[in-house]
């Protein structure tokens, strides 16, 4: 079997690559500018990289040679980080909309089944949101389901929602060739991925604001306080990546149930707000480095305008509704979110530790 992966060297797609490679039957060609989360992969004898964007007409003539040899097109390409929706906005339209809408033409010109990551973000806005009250008692009006909920964004000048809505353009982009063009596809909304290698670790990594767990990890390993935005109310459900790698593998291997649908991946059993991720973390740098001051580490309330600049506006809430996708994927998300944070913190505590002096305990386990 032979995988097109497009977006290959993200978070994503090197838990995707670790686990597809370790099976003899698959090759892969994937696609990607940046190959630091994918170095201990580059020697793997059935890993084809080409390592540059998809940009200009030459890199578009070995794109079409590669999606015509491949069976399955996997797109991971994305931009999918917060505070570049309303700062960065044309660029944000462009990679997530104008970059992928030629990949959905392409699969489609050659018949090849498309899995197409989008985002929970699809969604916007639960109408619960917008209840005075206590929004919250109808479930109805806060669950997601792929099938049935509405998505709700707020006005154009609240550039946070550039990003959902290029997303959603191209899920009906790839929703409309299949029913005029034939073109398989499984559509993935992402909810809350978390593991190692996630975004980069600010002011060890990169600059910039990558997504909160990223920012939280970062905080604490710089001595920083853990920043809630507008005082860390929002509620997300965090998902393992192993669980979400689970769902992706599931999808492949199960064509004639999976194809021509719409998933969300999540775990509505990990869901959390912002506050409380918050003491998670503390509590799992005090796991993994035996030191209980960990516990202490500060933390701030920062406004959203402040965080992110003019036009951010937040997601709620994301509880996902994952019936459809147990049924049809046999899938089952079981990792709970101590595991997680665990597994996360435990590689960057590994990875950055010693980094921290200041903040290093004498009894650290590593
Ligand atoms: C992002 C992307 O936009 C989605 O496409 C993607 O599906 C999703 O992440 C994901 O990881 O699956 P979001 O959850 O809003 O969506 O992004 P985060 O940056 O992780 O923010 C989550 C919440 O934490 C927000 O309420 C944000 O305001 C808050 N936050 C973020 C903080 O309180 N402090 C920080 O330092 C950073």
Same mark, same amino acid.
């Given at each position: 079997m032979k995988l097109l992966v497009p977006g290959c060297a993200g978070f994503i797609g090197s838990h995707f690559l670790e686990r597809m490679l370790a099976r003899e039957a698959v090759e892969i060609v994937g696609w990607d500018g940046q190959t630091d989360k994918i170095e201990h992969l580059l020697d793997h004898p059935r890993l084809t990289l080409r390592r540059r964007l998809l940009k200009g007409p030459e890199a578009f003539v070995q794109f079409e040679k590669d999606l015509a040899a491949c069976d399955w097109v996997v797109n991971l390409a994305a931009i999918c980080n917060p505070s570049q929706y309303n700062t960065e906005p044309l660029r944000t339209i462009y990679a997530n909309f104008i970059d992928g809408y030629q990949i959905v033409e392409l699969a489609a010109k050659y018949k090849k089944p498309l899995i197409h990551y989008s985002t929970s973000?699809? @969604?916007?806005?639960?109408? *619960? *949101? @917008?209840? /005075?009250?206590? /929004? @919250?008692?109808?479930?109805?009006? @806060?669950v997601l389901d792929a099938a049935t909920t509405p998505m709700i964004m707020g006005p154009v000048q609240n550039q946070r929602w550039t990003y959902a809505t290029a997303k959603q353009l191209l899920e009906r982009l790839v929703y409309a060739y299949h029913k005029e063009a034939g073109l398989r596809f499984a559509i993935v909304r992402p909810f809350n991925f978390f593991g190692p290698r996630m975004d980069y670790l600010p002011g060890i990594e990169g600059e910039g604001k990558p997504r909160v767990l990223a920012m939280f990890v970062g905080a604490v390993l710089n001595d920083d306080p853990i920043l809630l935005v507008d005082g860390g109310h929002a509620m997300r459900t965090i998902t393992s990546i192993h669980d979400a790698i689970d769902a992706l593998v599931a999808i492949i291997d199960r064509p004639e149930h999976s194809l021509d649908h719409f998933y969300n991946i999540g775990n509505p059993a990990n869901e959390v707000s912002m506050r409380d991720l918050a003491h998670g973390v503390r509590r799992a740098f005090a796991r993994v480095s035996g030191d209980d001051r960990y516990l202490e580490h500060p933390i701030q309330e920062i406004g959203s305008k402040e965080f992110y600049g003019d036009g951010y506006e937040d997601c709620d809430r994301r509880v996902v509704d994952i019936s459809a996708e147990q049924e049809r994927l046999a899938w089952q998300p079981h990792r709970p979110l101590d595991h997680v944070l665990d597994e996360t913190v435990g590689y960057y505590w590994r990875k950055y530790g010693q980094r921290a002096p200041q903040r290093q305990p004498a009894t650290a386990v590593g």
């Open positions: 973000e699809v @969604y916007g806005r639960t109408l *619960s *949101s @917008y209840l /005075p009250g206590q /929004p @919250y008692d109808n479930p109805e009006l @806060y």
